[in-house]
């Protein structure tokens, strides 16, 4: 059953949504027993519909921003068809109750940690990867034997209508449902008692997310943003760094909460790192970008205007464009754009860019880019170019961020055995694999003792000098 888009009355978001949360709370009960096989089909549907649905799913994709269809392909498919893959060659181990040892004081006790499923889950997905970032989610839910509220991107209708058309052919609506709507919609959500909720955006709506689910005790997990620094130091390798930045920052023109956000690039470097990325731009998208079908355009005019303002409060204030700014609004086109010359007290080093936009700053010694980093807020990902193993180690002990690639850019969020989370303001919470499904569970300790003669009996009341003394020589040698 689809859920009907919501009206923008307060009252009536809760009348209609609190019947479908109850219906699911029910169901969470018989979902708390079931079995990996019973997962794993659901799953294996899941993974069918997606590859049947391919052109639908790219064809969705494009209409909302244009996304190019390989694009697709790669962030919304692969990375999905990769994650499914994952789980169902994991899920049966990680169902398994963990064994855990026995301390000298518990012998005779056996102890293990039991996965439960926390029970009613919202996940709410932002616009930039509308597909991957709502079903990534729900993949662990199911995994864990969850049920799932899904409230998608107001701002990809085409998308949010095939992912409401795959979860009514797949699920019952007691088990998964996609809600529609704004803001409010989604505000009217967080009043619900959720199990938990899985949140990906803004760090500012994180905020909002973490107090409405305060109010319930709700565990979440935040998949945020922020400023992801990339150094690039004397001993990189230019050519390909530059390949691997530009790939990393434009694709999906830039709209990725881990695309690289600025360079910190040595002084000695930045000239040719500067003509190295401007060539590959050329390369990746032809002289006129514009013209490009491999480019994604940018969401709404909205998020255009706010980048056009960036690069004009940086030029304003002494930056050098050095290629790019040229925009269309009729197509929310904006160009591959590097900016030379940024400070920071520049706009466009004081919020996450997320477009098609690189500032470079410079650096003389490694110190000054680690106390550069750490000065701000904890990032969602880090990237580093290097052939300095001391260099690349110093930064990785100096600094703080969700996720670190060398050598490289965003592809530690394809690594299905890696945790794929932020640090404080860049989130709360870790994903993927088997992250996410202990994200979606509880992780039950379970304890058997014998009956009878057991240890801690001899300290019981009365504690009488015996005990005392006793328990005197228990905390010295043990």
């Known amino acids: 059953m689809e859920t009907e888009a919501l009206t923008s009355d307060h009252q009536v978001f809760e009348d209609q949504l609190l019947p479908i949360f109850e219906q699911q709370k029910a169901y969470a009960q018989a979902l708390l ?23 639908a799913i790219q064809e969705a994709l494009s209409r909302d921003f244009h996304k190019p269809v390989f694009e697709t392909d790669i962030t919304e498919i692969y990375s999905t068809k990769t994650e499914l893959d994952h789980v169902l060659g994991q899920l049966h181990k990680w169902m398994r109750p963990a064994k855990v040892g026995t301390p000298l004081v518990l012998i005779g006790t056996r102890s293990r940690v039991m996965y439960e499923p926390k029970g009613v889950a919202l996940i709410i997905a932002p616009w930039n990867y509308p597909f991957y970032l709502l079903v990534s989610p729900l993949i662990s839910a199911i995994a864990a034997g969850c049920c799932a509220i899904l409230k998608p991107s107001e701002m990809t209708p085409a998308t949010t209508s095939l992912v409401k058309r795959m979860v009514a052919e797949l699920f019952e609506s007691r088990e998964v449902t996609v809600v529609e709507g704004d803001a409010t919609v989604a505000t009217a959500l967080l009043k619900l008692p959720f199990d938990h909720i899985f949140f990906t955006g803004s760090p500012q709506i994180g905020k909002v997310v973490m107090r409405a689910a305060a109010e319930h005790l709700t ?3 935040l998949e945020l943003g922020g400023k992801s620094p990339c150094i690039v130091d004397a001993t990189a390798n230019i050519k390909d760094a ?17 695309a ?8 000695s470097k930045e000239k040719e790192l500067v003509q190295t990325i401007q060539a590959v731009i050329t390369q990746f998208y032809g002289a006129d970008p514009e013209t490009s079908p491999d480019l994604a355009h940018i969401i709404n005019s909205r998020h255009l205007n706010r980048l056009q303002g960036l690069i004009s409060d940086a030029v304003a204030k002494g930056a050098t464009l050095v290629v790019g700014g040229k925009a269309n609004a009729e197509t929310r086109y904006l160009a591959p754009t590097l900016l030379t010359g940024v400070t920071p007290d520049m706009q466009v080093m004081q919020e996450e860019i997320f477009g098609p936009v690189l500032p470079v700053l410079t650096f003389e010694h490694i110190n000054e880019v680690t106390h550069f980093v750490t000065e701000r807020s904890k990032p969602l990902a880090l990237y580093i170019f290097s052939q300095d193993r001391q260099q690349i ?4 002990k100096h600094t703080s961020a969700g996720g670190v690639s060398v050598n490289e850019c965003l592809m530690h969020v394809l690594h299905p055995d890696l945790p794929f989370g932020g640090v404080n303001t860049s989130g ?3 994903s993927h694999g088997f992250y996410g499904f202990v994200a979606f569970s509880n992780e039950k300790a379970v304890l058997h003792q014998r009956i009878g003669l057991t240890n801690y009996k001899q300290f019981y009341p009365p504690y009488t000098q015996k005990v005392k003394k006793l328990f005197g020589l228990l905390l010295k040698w043990l």
């Open 33 to 55: 027993i079931s079995s990996v096989e019973q997962r794993k089909e659901k799953l294996k549907r899941l993974r069918q519909w997606i590859l049947s649905n391919r052109i």
């Open 219 to 221: 565990s979440v997990t």
């Open 242 to 258: 530059a390949e691997k930045i530009a790939i990393g920052k434009f694709l999906n023109a830039g709209q990725t909460c881990i």
């Open 260 to 267: 690289p956000d600025y360079i910190l690039v040595h002084k």
């Open 393 to 396: 180690e110093y930064v990785l």
């Open 428 to 430: 709360i919470g870790k």
